[in-house]
């Protein structure tokens, strides 16, 4: 325990001081400074004290941990939210009450252990390596100081538990323990609709490290500026190489559940239209319509910078091919290709984006190399801060 302690004090420590620092927040913000006059004695309900972490899909997991699902075709109903995350709230709450406290307290250990795999990964990526941990430090802060990450200090959302789960799959491959990357992919699979990603990136990842998929010597052009791996040797190939493909299980469980259930496998993806009903979602109609009506400021301004976060990613894509590999460009990019096709004006994109941690700890590692390179993710973090303040007075960011 204490070399566990010793070896993650600094990822540990920071986000524990921020996860503290924010849940300050989020009672000051929905609270302190709403209510006339502002009474916190005698002792208020848990609620009371942490309910700005519940908003928007906040009761519905609450609801569903619960009550279950419930299915009804043509309206609103709570199987488009993935059930890992409100069935381990559930389970934790049989010894934590209220429910909400189980909640939060499931959000927490998640936003730790992340901490602590996101810190592993950099090491097994030798970020940082010959600088005394600066750098690795500064591409940490880029991941977990990014606009949106206050999801990742015990909101009640799954982003926490899914981006712990995303990073030790790929640790657990690049590590070459490959059936338990698979079992831990599933459980990704399993929290978010955007965890298919996972399935066509652990395989790519898996071919890379074993050399069935290699970058050809004689590269020329764009295979060798972006590094991509067109040798093919098949020899290479053995059956454990495949166990990352163990991930489909997480969402054929949930398809299976469903189809059983409602005879529809497809039910979470059929019901998120009545969510948005919007059509062709590539062109962005609603995008454009908001900037020409500029109605509600604070929506146009949070879907722009959502809109600028899609960019960034999908231009920073070479560069994470280059520096992780083939198999972490295939991530991103249905990651991104994922709320591309099924939203019209970015509105949620910028949180489903906490989990491309090989982009923002790209962008910080290339930080580390300027004098100024705290600054940004100064920045960045003072703006999640905020952010977290007014989603916790229900303020609709994502």
């Known amino acids: 325990m204490r070399t566990f302690l010793r070896r993650y004090r600094r990822p540990l420590s920071i986000w524990t001081a921020t996860a503290a620092v924010l849940l300050i927040v989020q009672h000051v913000a929905s609270k302190v400074v709403r209510e006339d006059p502002y009474r916190p004695w005698p002792l208020q309900p848990f609620e009371w004290y942490f309910g700005g972490w519940s908003q928007f899909d906040g009761p519905e997991y609450l609801r569903i941990a619960t009550e279950g699902y ?47 795999v996101v810190w592993a990964w950099l090491a097994q990526q030798r970020v940082g390596a010959d600088d005394g941990d600066r750098t690795r430090l500064l591409a940490w802060a880029a991941v977990f100081f990014y606009p949106y990450a206050w999801y990742l200090y015990g909101v009640v959302h799954s982003d926490a538990l899914f981006l712990a789960l995303v990073v030790g799959t790929f640790l657990l491959i690049e590590r070459r323990h490959l059936v338990a990357a698979g079992l831990i992919g599933a459980l990704a699979t399993a929290t978010r609709p955007t965890g298919m990603a996972v399935i066509p990136a652990a395989i790519v990842l898996s071919l890379e490290r074993a050399g069935v998929l290699s970058v050809p010597e004689d590269a020329t052009g764009i295979v060798a500026r972006w590094q991509l791996p067109t040798h093919v040797d098949r020899s290479r190939l ?34 998120q239209r009545v969510y948005h009903p919007g059509n062709l979602p590539l062109l962005k109609r609603a995008f454009f319509v908001r900037w020409r009506d500029f109605e509600v400021p604070s929506y146009v301004l949070t879907i722009t910078l959502q809109a600028i976060l899609v960019l960034v990613v999908l231009c920073c894509i070479p560069a994470v091919i280059r520096r992780f590999g083939f198999g972490y460009g295939v991530y991103c990019a249905v990651l991104v290709a994922i709320p591309t096709f099924s939203t019209e004006d970015f509105m949620g994109t910028g949180r489903y984006l906490i989990a491309g941690f090989c982009v923002w700890a790209l962008l910080g590692e290339r930080l580390a190399s300027k004098r100024w390179g705290w600054a940004p993710i100064v920045a960045s973090g003072s703006l999640m801060a905020f952010m977290a303040m007014g989603f916790s007075r229900s303020w609709y960011l994502t």
Not at 70 to 79: A, F, K, L, Q
Request: proline share 6%.
């Open 70 to 116: 419930s299915y009804t075709v043509g309206e609103r109903s709570n199987i488009v939210w993935f059930p890992l995350y409100p069935n381990l709230v559930r389970l934790v709450d049989t010894v934590v009450s209220p429910v909400m406290a189980s909640a939060i307290l499931v959000a927490l250990v998640a936003g730790a252990c992340a901490a602590v």
């Open 238 to 271: 053995r059956a454990v190489t495949l166990a990352p493909l163990l991930a489909v299980l997480g969402l054929g469980t949930w398809m299976v559940y469903l189809g059983v259930k409602w005879g529809d496998p497809l039910a979470f993806q059929t019901n």
